[in-house]
């Protein structure tokens, strides 16, 4: 969490860690509610809509719009032979990336996401290239 946009610090406490580590599980989840105890704990201190509520509150990445704004170096990127290869549908790949669609849907273009870093990591890694930041 060092580098993290979320601030969780009163469920940083140790004693805290081990105290929940230390409960049943039927505290930590009960009848579909995760986080149960937590719950409980918090009755009386939140409005009971934030506290039993199902939906969670996260922060979105709007990947497809980064993704297509370095469609240049994405499609360069997985045209000559890239390391991740032998586990891609190549022309699949190349295909996506010249479908605006790929980047309007919120699951493919996170899908997209991860593989670019893969692909990323590994030639860091493999290769030992020294990658450049990304840009568009």
Same mark, same amino acid.
């Given at each position: 969490?060092?580098?993290?946009?979320?601030?969780?610090?009163?469920?940083?406490?140790?004693?805290?860690?081990? #105290?929940?580590?230390?409960?049943?599980?039927?505290?930590?989840?009960?009848?579909?509610?995760?986080? #149960?105890?937590?719950?409980?704990?918090?009755?009386?201190?939140?409005?009971?809509?934030?506290?039993?509520?199902?939906?969670?509150?996260?922060?979105?990445?709007?990947?497809?719009?980064?993704?297509?704004?370095?469609?240049?170096?994405?499609?360069?990127?997985?045209?000559?032979?890239?390391?991740?290869?032998?586990?891609?549908?190549?022309?699949?790949?190349?295909?996506?990336?010249?479908?605006?669609?790929?980047?309007?849907?919120?699951?493919?273009?996170?899908?997209?996401?991860?593989?670019?870093?893969?692909?990323?990591?590994?030639?860091?890694?493999?290769?030992?290239?020294?990658?450049?930041?990304?840009?568009?």
């Amino acid at each position: 969490m060092a580098f993290s946009i979320e601030a969780r610090t009163p469920f940083l406490d140790v004693r805290l860690a081990e #105290y929940i580590s230390q409960l049943p599980a039927n505290a930590r989840m009960r009848e579909g509610w995760s986080k #149960y105890v937590l719950r409980r704990a918090m009755e009386g201190v939140l409005p009971a809509e934030v506290v039993w509520r199902r939906d969670k509150k996260g922060f979105v990445t709007p990947e497809g719009r980064w993704l297509h704004q370095m469609l240049p170096t994405l499609q360069e990127l997985f045209h000559n032979s890239p390391c991740l290869s032998s586990w891609l549908r190549l022309r699949e790949l190349q295909g996506a990336l010249e479908d605006e669609q790929t980047f309007e849907n919120v699951t493919t273009a996170a899908t997209l996401w991860r593989i670019v870093a893969a692909e990323l990591w590994l030639r860091m890694i493999e290769r030992r290239e020294n990658i450049p930041v990304l840009q568009s």
